[in-house]
């Protein structure tokens, strides 16, 4: 054991539905993967591959805790999506294999500063401080594969104060879960314990104070959180 010269962070985890606990290595996030959602945000859906960008670990909000408003920010943005939980890790993975690789899946929000992001948009900067911030992804229990199987249709709906914002289906993305995951692994050796957040839907939009945000995933299951 070396002897560290600090204490050494906790590890970050997603509870498991029914029990235990789901450690967590590292948080890929799909970039404009529902065709809707990508026109919205003014790109053309049939001309690019797949993009990523990352949050940290600990950007993982859990059990429905309240979200603080970011600093730095007057826009920010809901974004709903299916959460991949890797269990076997490997590189150049076959998408015919690649769901043997899945552990898990989860409903989860990518929360957005969009202003930030915009702005380094416009400056060819990173998105980093706009998607990796604090408390920037919430996310429901974990449920295992082998419980439900791999989902690749059904409804994935968030409601901001009994309102539903965003619905599409999982059938609407433009890569799906094998195609991501087998994209991904040609840049990154996968590992245990990686999320890869799977994208978001149309709708996306503005959150403030006091808004409650209740999002599902047929079959997968819910994430809650209060924005305070």
């Known amino acids: 054991m070396p002897d560290y010269a600090i204490d050494p962070p906790a590890q970050a985890f997603v509870p498991v539905a029914g029990g235990g606990a789901f450690p967590v290595r590292r948080v890929f996030c799909v970039g404009r993967n529902y065709a809707e959602h990508a026109r919205e945000m003014g790109s053309d859906p049939d001309r ?21 408003y970011p600093p730095m920010t007057k826009d920010l943005h809901h974004e709903m999506e299916l959460v ?9 993975i076959a998408e015919a294999e690649a769901l043997d690789h899945v552990w898990g899946y ?8 969009r202003d930030l992001q915009g702005q380094a948009k416009k400056e060819g900067k ?4 706009g998607k990796g911030f604090d408390h920037s992804a919430p996310i429901g229990d974990m449920v295992p594969a082998s419980r439900i199987g791999h989902p690749s249709r059904g409804t994935i709906e968030l409601g901001v104060n009994g309102t539903v914002r ?11 879960v094998p195609e991501t995951i087998a994209y991904l692994s040609r840049l990154v050796r996968l590992a245990p314990g990686d999320l890869i957040f799977t994208g978001t839907p149309e709708g996306v939009a503005a959150v403030g104070r006091g ?3 209740e999002g599902r995933i047929d079959g997968v299951g819910t994430v809650k959180t209060t924005v305070v």
């Open 106 to 113: 989860a409903a989860g929000l990518d929360m957005t500063r």
């Open 84 to 92: 991949v939980a890797i269990g076997r890790g490997g590189a150049d």
């Open 48 to 68: 690019e591959p797949p993009f990523f960008f990352m949050k940290p670990a600990d950007a993982l909000l859990l059990g429905g805790a309240e979200l603080p």
């Open 166 to 176: 965003q619905t599409s289906d999982l059938s609407k993305m433009i890569w799906n």
């Open 211 to 213: 808004d409650t945000l």
């Open 126 to 129: 990173p998105w980093d401080m």
